[in-house]
């Protein structure tokens, strides 16, 4: 029995010291130094980029045209179905967008939507939501 109690002692202190332990690596000023991943595109950078250029746009419904006005209006050509206005701005991260109700084949218009909005998968591209974005010619 006595062997017993003494191993449960051990165990018991072991654990108390690894609480401890533990503890003490989240004091501040005992941190590890972590790599933190690089932060997004500012709401500045996105507007630099797309304000008062073209913008072709291919989504996985739709393809066309955008013009992003520097006043915050766009004009919107949707290949094989027309064309409608809107407004966009930017937040850090992410490009908003909204579009009129205006034509036959948006009669609902879309509300004001957020999008996060990266450097896309090849050079000179951005993609918004699941749109890619590449400079229209």
């Known amino acids: 029995m006595g062997l017993e109690t003494k ?10 010291v690894s609480l401890l332990l533990a503890g003490c690596s989240s004091m ?3 941190e590890t130094p972590v790599e933190t991943a690089p932060k ?20 996985p419904n739709n393809t066309g045209v955008t013009l992003y006005a ?12 027309g064309t409608t206005k809107g407004k966009w701005m930017t937040k850090d991260g992410q490009l908003c967008e909204s579009f009129d109700p205006s034509p036959p084949w948006l009669p609902g218009g879309v509300p004001m939507s957020c999008y996060s909005f990266a ?18 010619s």
């Open 7 to 16: 191993g449960r002692r051990s165990l018991a202190a072991m654990a108390l």
């Open 40 to 59: 997004g595109l500012s709401a500045a950078e996105i507007r630099t980029i797309l304000a008062g250029k073209s913008w072709r746009f291919q989504g």
């Open 119 to 136: 450097p896309g998968p090849t050079p000179g591209t951005y993609q918004a939501g699941k749109a890619v974005f590449s400079l229209a």
């Open 70 to 81: 520097e006043d915050g209006t766009s004009l919107v050509e949707v290949d094989g179905k």
């Open 28 to 30: 501040p000023g005992s």
